[in-house]
């Protein structure tokens, strides 16, 4: 193995989950109604065959954040019944996020070790930043879906992610915490590792990293892109 392509959200975050049930209990926005609204558009857009939804259009980028939170908001209800105020409904479903330190620092390792390391992450708004700061310490190249106009489980996102190392998929391993973004990148080629936990992650990488193939040619990359602030958040 050559390289390891990361996803952001969940894997070098706090748990999404941990995040929206924080921001839930914050608001008192009543759970049912978040889980009518989200768990068909999840379901579909990381799912085999699914319909397109508003979570489709937003992580390419097609559909504006203001317009996202209108469409979502107007699906929620609070506990006591009142609205939930769609204006900055994305900076507060994803204030209770943190960086993942023990993962910050595998990908250093990783990266320090002459492995080349990527960022592939589907982005939930383009208004709120990526810690960019920290993007070229840990990455050789950075690929947000909003920017390009692609997204996981998308073949064309994920190809696009290890041309951008120099690497073929067969030299990678990808991480994520979605399944259907696993279960596509193993479609092509790509070692995977399904993100649960830091050390567990650690081990299975570990693994792949000692058996796996090796790319004999040199790889060839783009540097990473200084292109204006994304999300902290990505599926």
Known sequence: MRGVILDWGGVLTSPIIDTVRAWLENEQIDRDSYQAAMSPWIRQAYGPGGDETPVHAFERGDLPDSEFEHILAGLLVKVDGGP???AGLLRRMFAASVLETEMLDLVREL???GLRTGLLSNSWGVTDGYPRHLFGELFD????SGEVGMRKPEERIFSLAASRLGLPPAACVFID????NIVAARALGFAAVHH???????QE?????????AATAPATAAPVSETPAGPARSQ
């Open 177 to 180: 915490d979605v399944e259907g």
């Open 111 to 113: 990266r320090h070790s």
């Open 205 to 213: 990488l570990a693994l792949l990293l000692d058996t796996g193939p």
């Open 84 to 86: 939930v105020t769609a």
């Open 141 to 144: 190249d950075v690929v947000i």
């Open 196 to 202: 649960r936990d830091p050390a567990l992650t650690r």
